[in-house]
Each structure stands twice: as structure tokens, then as C-alpha cells.
């Protein structure tokens, strides 16, 4: 009811003030910015969605952009579309930030950056922490929902993220912002671009640093970033480069917090230690290079590589002296308890290519490509300090576990679309990928013999796809009518920590990994030198993904309605599966269903005023699914909803220029249930919230201030009302919460020159 009411009002608002608007001007407005069809300010490539294609899918422009909230990481800029939901567990908007499209997290949200994956091959993330300020350098963004097409070589389930960055300017030209704001917030950038420089050269350069000491205790962040761009273009070719890189330096606020904490303390962190810091650096290096073969005729190449290294510390009480190798290394008893302060090392290359062909054909246009990769990464962990030890008894750390992981995959598809008849577009994709992952455990510390694993898995996944759009000739109802409906299936790996136990994977001494047939490795001395396992236990997800949409656009008013209905087998879900001792593992849960509606609507109702409106409802439960609990106990879920997928998703804004140099925005936003378990059970949910937003911009020299040309002073209040609400968490006993800040603001200037 609270969701509806809500929902009836914003459109009730949107289409009052339209009619309005209309009665006062005689119909005479500028037509609005609409999803109906991807808008003239996007830019439109090879690995994006166009006008020609029926999905479901939003824009974001870079005029939108240029209103961000300057102190939130890129994710939760996007909660202003149909279907999107962003968290930090700080509870501030930096950090350590996680984006979910229709409720699937991010290792099922597929990102691309000028059409390359940014996903992890390994655990599937988008560590948006390690790109400190990357908003500052990105065009325009596209958000696709649903199975994706095959375009950049994406598996996506959820939806795709697909950001281009900042365009190089023709005439040189630069910026400059100073910000800060609540929690300690404070960020310095300065941008500058070149021009068209003689010989065909422009190029780029942007540095930014932010910092914050986070909502909750102990969550500070600390990043700094370097992006810099150059673009050679002649007669048949553009050749673009790109390198950024960032570090980062953030306190873990990872685990949620007791509700019964939480009623005490709103700002709680039961990480304790002072040095519990996250470090880490992550450089990226893109080559962009596009030949014009002909007139309809155009051959795409991106190569990347990524390199990332850092690492995480901890202090850990009463730990197993053998599980650190503190046994073998200090003379401790196997069974001793110690108190000690541990650091885990992750190094990561990724590096691939990316090619595409494009063919224009008329009525036609077909696409042509894949992408090929290969990654390789090394985990260790190191001992620091112990109980009983002194901090010179480790000038070297002593390093208690290594493992590799390697994967190396390929994908070719082929995407045509074909104008059958006046107004009636077809798709048809095709989509091949090979995937193949190794793991393997060092012989370090402790993990010698039969306590050291090894596996290698394969995937083949054929993805077809295909969609109807039919445009209607004239106008109905005095606008443009289309209506569009599409199937797809895709398949995701398991990552590497889903082929381990929930809580333990392959840093931890005597846990083995989720499969079901192993044979002992002989070394060289005739013993056990590792343990080979085949045959995974946690098997790829499947998924099919019925769509159907329609779009509307007219001169003041523009709206999509579009519904989703995605049949899953083995989705991989925590606490789900049973192995073949019965024992609960992290796995498959048989057959579930998420379906849903999304709504999407935009009214100028008179010059100046911009009404906004994005709302989603949806449907995400077990169809088949038992459970097996720790102590044997079997439980039937089927019909249960899934945890984390919240019920609603609700934002309404009215933005508004009063006259020239001043602007305001005030934001609605409303989140229904999301359950922490898939027990149904209605005490372990998270609450429903809502909250206001209200933001201001001043451009001082069009208010008549001499000498500020070109600046923009901004505040931005969140939360108004102070409500008290959380994000995410999880049961364990009692409800696990992230809360999330309250009333909170950031101010500042930017100034271009």
C-alpha cells in the first residue's frame, strides 16, 4: 500500500503539472529527455544499445552528470533509474560501494568501460573503490536491464553498466573543484584538456583526491586518481589511449552490525583495531583503435591490461597456531591460541582484446566479434605480529598460505539486426564462450601434502538471443508509440570463493573446495604433494529472460513500462545446496523466479521545471528449493523470497531553473522489504525507507558577480528528515545490519576556464 500510494502520487503529480503546462504554453515546450530512445546526447558505439533496438534501458547524459553528487562514488549515482540500487558500507557514499540492478549484486551486473569488461574474471566484482572519482572522467552512461546482448562478450543477468569516457575537446579548456562537506568529506580535482592540437593530436589530463572519515566508526577513506587521455585521429582512424590509475586506502566498516548494537550505537563498527585498512592500487591501460574500411564498413579494436596489487589487514584473536604455521615457524604447539595481526596479499593481471566489426546494411546492420583474456592472480597471506612474539621476531613477515588462480577465456558472437517491414525491427544474436579457471595452493606454512588443492574447471556456454521492436507509424495519442519484447539466455560461472564453503575458501588450512571427486598427486618423494579435485559441486547459473516494454514519447511527456519475467536454474544463493555428506554449502538452489515491472517517466511541464519519475516492483522467490541447515535439519523454501532483493525501488524529483544561475532539486526516494535469509520469515527483513533530498546551484557570474565566469557553487542535503534506515546485512542469530547515514551534506565550487 505504502509503495503504491507513493507511486499513484508521483504520477499523479507528473501528469497534473503536464496538463498544466500545456494550458498555459499551447502545447509549445521543447521535447524532454526520454529512455523511449537513446537520447541525442549519448554517444552510441559498438558495444551499445541504439534507437533500432526494443530494451529495456536508460541513459544518463552527460548534461545529468554534470549535476552529481560529487562526494558519492559512481554506483550510487545511478539509483536514479528504473530498477538500480547502490549501498556503501561506510554509510556515507564513498568506499567501499556496491551497485545491484533488479536486485542482482554486482558479480552478476555486467560494467563496461568504453567496451571493455571491467568485472574481475576471478571473483566477478567491480571494486569501484580502487577508481577513486571516476565520475569526474566519464560521458555519458547507458544502463541496460536484464540478460544483455553478447556485444563487449558480457554474461551479464542483472543488466550492463556501460560507461564512455569524457570526450576530448576541439578547443583547449580546463576545471577545477574544491568540496567538502559532512564525516570529514573533502575532495580537490583539476582537469585539463589540450584541443585539436596540429597533426591530429587532443588530449587530456585529470588528478583527484577525496577523503572522508565515513558515517560509521572506523570507515575512513583516503583515494587519490590520475586519468589522462590522447586521441590521434586521420582521414580513416581514430586511435585512443587511456591510463588511469588510483590508490586507495579505506577502513574496513565490511561487516554489518547487530540490531541490538545498532539501537544503541546508529554509528557502530565491530572492527575494532585502528589499522584494519583496505590498500590498494589498481592501474588500467586501454589502446582504442577504429578504421573506417568504408562508408558502412567499420573495424574496432580495444586491447587493456590491468594490473592490481594491495592487501588487507586484520587483527585476529585466539587463531590456531598451526592454521598460521605458527607451529612450524615459532616452535608454538599446534593447538596454542594466539592472539596475532595477519595481512592477505592479492597481485592481479588481466589483459585481452576486444575486436568488433560493424556493417552497415541498409535495412540491416550486423555486428561481428568477441574478446579474449587472460588473467593470473597470487594470494598470500603474511603474519605480522603474534601474542607473545615482539614486532622484531617478524622484520620478515612470515607467510602462512599462497594460492594462484588462472583463467583464461574467449568468446566470439554475431549480432544482426534486420527492418522485416516498415516499423518492425528484428534481432538475432548468437553467442559462444570458453572459460577456464585453475586453482592451485603453494606449498607454504602449513599447506604440504593432502592439505594442499588443486582444481581446473571448463565452461562452454551458448548464449542465443533475439527481440521484436515495432515502431508505430504517426502519432498515437499525439506522440511516438514503440513497443518491444525479446528473449535471451545466459549462463554465469561459479567465481572462485562460490567453489569454496560460505564462510572459508582457500586461505584457510584444511578446508576443501565444493567438489566431488579427488585423487592424491604424487611429488617427486613418493608422498602426497597435493589433492587434484574434478566434477564442481556448485554448478553455472541458467537463466532465460522473457521481456516485454513499450515507450512513449511526446513533446512534453515521456514513459516507459516494462516487464521482466527471468527463469532461473541453479542460482547460486548463500546457505543454499546440500553436498554429498549433507553438510550445507554455498550453492545452486534449484529453480527460482524473479519477475517484475518497470516504469520510467519524464514531464517538462513548463520551460525550466523537469519532473522525473523511476519505479520498479518486483517478484523474487524459490520455485524449487530445499535447504539443509549445519545440523541436518532439511527445510522446503519453495515460495520463499529470495534475501536481498528489495520489493520496491521508488524516485521521484522535481527539478527546477528559476532563472538564470539558479537551480534547485528536490529528491524522493522509497525502498521496500528486503529480507536478510530465505526463510520468509517477516522479523529478519530489512525495513522499508524513504527519504528527502534537496540540492541547490548558484553560477555566480550569470547572477551578476564580476569575475566568476564560469563558476558553479553547489550544496547538496541529504536525508533531510533525518530517517533512520539501513542498507544491507544478513541473519546470524539476530538480524546483522549496514546502517546508513542521517542528515548529511556537502558543499563546494567548480570553476571552468
Known amino acids: 500500500m505504502r509503495f503504491s500510494t507513493l507511486l499513484l502520487l508521483s504520477c499523479f503529480t507528473a501528469w497534473t503539472a503536464t496538463a498544466a503546462a500545456a494550458d498555459a504554453t499551447g502545447g509549445a515546450v521543447a521535447d524532454p529527455d526520454t529512455a523511449v530512445t537513446v537520447d541525442e546526447d549519448v554517444v552510441v558505439t559498438a558495444s551499445r544499445y541504439d534507437a533500432a533496438d526494443g530494451v529495456n534501458l536508460t541513459n544518463i547524459t552527460h548534461r545529468e552528470l554534470g549535476m552529481r553528487e560529487p562526494d558519492q562514488a559512481l554506483p550510487m549515482l545511478l539509483q536514479s533509474l528504473p530498477g538500480v540500487f547502490a549501498y556503501s558500507d561506510a554509510g556515507s557514499g564513498l568506499g567501499y560501494t556496491y551497485l545491484r540492478v533488479r536486485g542482482f549484486d554486482q558479480r552478476r551486473v555486467g560494467v563496461l568501460f568504453n567496451g571493455i569488461p571491467f568485472n574481475d574474471p576471478e571473483d566477478h566484482q567491480v571494486w569501484w573503490v580502487d577508481l577513486p572519482d571516476l565520475a569526474a572522467s566519464v560521458q555519458d552512461i547507458q544502463v541496460q536491464r536484464g540478460v544483455t546482448n553478447s556485444i563487449g562478450g558480457m554474461t551479464a543477468i542483472g543488466g550492463t553498466v556501460n560507461i564512455l569516457s569524457s570526450e576530448l575537446a576541439d578547443r583547449p579548456g580546463g576545471m577545477f573543484s574544491l568540496d567538502g562537506g559532512s564525516y570529514g568529506y573533502t575532495r580537490q580535482m583539476v582537469s585539463y584538456q589540450t584541443g585539436a592540437l596540429p597533426g ?107 594490473h592490481g596489487i594491495g592487501f588487507y589487514e586484520n587483527y585476529k584473536d585466539d587463531q590456531s597456531a598451526r592454521d598460521y604455521a605458527l607451529d612450524r615457524y615459532m616452535g608454538l604447539a599446534a593447538d596454542d591460541e594466539v592472539d596475532l595481526i595477519r595481512r592477505k596479499w592479492v597481485r592481479k593481471n588481466h589483459g585481452g582484446w576486444v575486436p568488433s566489426l560493424r556493417w552497415e546494411q541498409g535495412r540491416g546492420r550486423l555486428l561481428l566479434g568477441g574478446d579474449w583474456y587472460t588473467f593470473h592472480s597470487d594470494h598470500w597471506g603474511d603474519v605480522l605480529w603474534a601474542e607473545g612474539f615482539t614486532p622484531a621476531d617478524f622484520t620478515t613477515p612470515l607467510k602462512y598460505h599462497k594460492y594462484t588462480g588462472d583463467k583464461d577465456a574467449w568468446s566470439v558472437y554475431a549480432n544482426q539486426r534486420y527492418e522485416i517491414a516498415s516499423g518492425l525491427t528484428a534481432v538475432a544474436d548468437i553467442h559462444f564462450q570458453h572459460k577456464r579457471y585453475e586453482f592451485m595452493q603453494d606449498e607454504v606454512g602449513n599447506f604440504t601434502g593432502d592439505l ?28 511516438g508509440l514503440k513497443l518491444w519484447t525479446s528473449v535471451g539466455r545466459n549462463h554465469r560461472e561459479p567465481t572462485d570463493g562460490e567453489l569454496f564453503d560460505t564462510w572459508q575458501g582457500g586461505d584457510d588450512l584444511g578446508v576443501t573446495p565444493l567438489f566431488r571427486h579427488s585423487r592424491n598427486v604424487t611429488g617427486t618423494d613418493g608422498g602426497t604433494a597435493y589433492v587434484e579435485w574434478s566434477d564442481p559441486l556448485v554448478q553455472a547459473e541458467e537463466v532465460t529472460d522473457y521481456e516485454v516494454g513499450m515507450g512513449w514519447r511526446g513533446r512534453r511527456l515521456s514513459l516507459t513500462l516494462g516487464g521482466y519475467w ?78 536481498l532483493f528489495p520489493s520496491h525501488l521508488l524516485m521521484a524529483s522535481w527539478t527546477a531553473q528559476w532563472r538564470p544561475g539558479v537551480r534547485t532539486r528536490v529528491r524522493v526516494r522509497d ?18 525507507w524513504t527519504t528527502l533530498d534537496v540540492s541547490l546551484w548558484l553560477e555566480p557570474g550569470r547572477l551578476g558577480v564580476a569575475g566568476l565566469d564560469g563558476a558553479t557553487a553547489f550544496v547538496h542535503l541529504r536525508n533531510v528528515l533525518d530517517e533512520q534506515y539501513e542498507t544491507w546485512g544478513y541473519w546470524y542469530g539476530e538480524n546483522y545490519l549496514t546502517p546508513a547515514a542521517g542528515r548529511n551534506f556537502a558543499l563546494g565550487m567548480d570553476y571552468r576556464f
Open 566 to 643: 527471468m527463469d532461473f536454474s541453479n542460482e547460486i544463493v548463500p546457505y543454499g545446496g546440500v553436498n554429498d555428506d549433507g553438510s550445507s554449502i554455498r550453492g545452486n538452489a534449484g529453480k527460482t523466479l524473479h519477475r517484475g515491472l518497470e516504469l520510467g517517466l519524464r514531464a517538462h511541464p513548463v520551460p525550466g521545471h523537469d519532473l522525473a519519475l523511476a519505479a520498479s516492483r518486483s517478484w523474487d522467490e524459490f520455485d524449487e528449493f530445499i535447504f539443509h541447515d549445519w545440523d541436518g535439519a532439511q527445510y522446503d523454501y519453495s515460495g520463499n523470497p529470495i534475501a
Open 200 to 306: 591530429g593530436l587532443k588530449s587530456m589530463i585529470r588528478l583527484s583526491r577525496q577523503e572522508s572519515d565515513g558515517y560509521r566508526d572506523r570507515s575512513g577513506y583516503e583515494g587519490w586518481a590520475v586519468f589522462w587521455s590522447g586521441q590521434y585521429d586521420t582521414d580513416n582512424t581514430t586511435t585512443r589511449v587511456n591510463i588511469y590509475t588510483g590508490k586507495e586506502l579505506t577502513h574496513h566498516a565490511w561487516d554489518a552490525v547487530p540490531q541490538s548494537v545498532l539501537a544503541i550505537d546508529r554509528t557502530a563498527n565491530m572492527e575494532t583495531y585502528p589499522n584494519a585498512v583496505d590498500d590498494f592500487r589498481q592501474p588500467h591501460y586501454e589502446l582504442h583503435n577504429t578504421i573506417y574500411l568504408g562508408d558502412n564498413l567499420a573495424l574496432t579494436n580495444r586491447l587493456y591490461y590491468i
Open 671 to 688: 525502498t521496500g522489504r528486503q529480507h536478510l535469509d530465505n526463510s520468509g520469515r517477516e522479523d529478519r527483513t530489512i525495513d522499508p
Open 452 to 479: 594442499r588443492n588443486a582444481y581446473a574447471v571448463d565452461y562452454d556456454f551458448f548464449n542465443p538471443k533475439g527481440s521484436l521492436t515495432w515502431q508505430a507509424p504517426g502519432e498515437v495519442l499525439g506522440g
